[in-house]
Nanobody
């Protein structure tokens, strides 16, 4: 069983930066596919970014490309989401997700049902 705990959310002005962390316990994440999703009020949860089990491949939704960076630290059993040039439309609850299965492409990584493990979420609010 994997437990995921997100942190690093907060209130920031447009154009600012935040770094989210997703710390895992229970098992090492070294062979897990990892992702970040977000959910704005009244909207469905949506894919933001993902990273392959070996850290080689990364995937981003179009709206965050060039602004967000996903990374993983195997030694710390943690996945990060560095967010820069934040916009009000980035506001939402950000969730970390993990799955021990291999993903072959973007469509797989972007599918909520692929992931077995989820964190409780961390709130990100970007003011204009």
């Amino acid at each position: 069983q994997v437990q995921l705990v997100e942190s690093g959310g907060g209130l920031v002005q447009a154009g600012g930066s935040l770094r989210l962390s997703c710390a895992a316990s229970g098992r090492t994440l070294s062979h897990y596919s990892m992702a970040w999703f977000r959910q704005a009020p009244g909207k469905e949860r949506e894919f933001v970014a993902a990273i392959s089990w070996n850290g080689i491949d990364t995937y981003y939704t179009d709206s965050v490309k060039g602004r967000f960076t996903i990374s993983r630290d195997v030694a710390k059993n943690t996945v990060y989401l560095q967010m820069t040039l934040l916009k009000p439309e980035d506001t939402g609850v950000y969730y970390c997700a993990a799955d021990e299965n291999y993903c072959a492409d973007y469509e797989c990584y972007a599918t909520l049902d692929f992931y077995d493990y989820w964190g409780q979420g961390t709130q990100v609010t970007v003011s204009s």
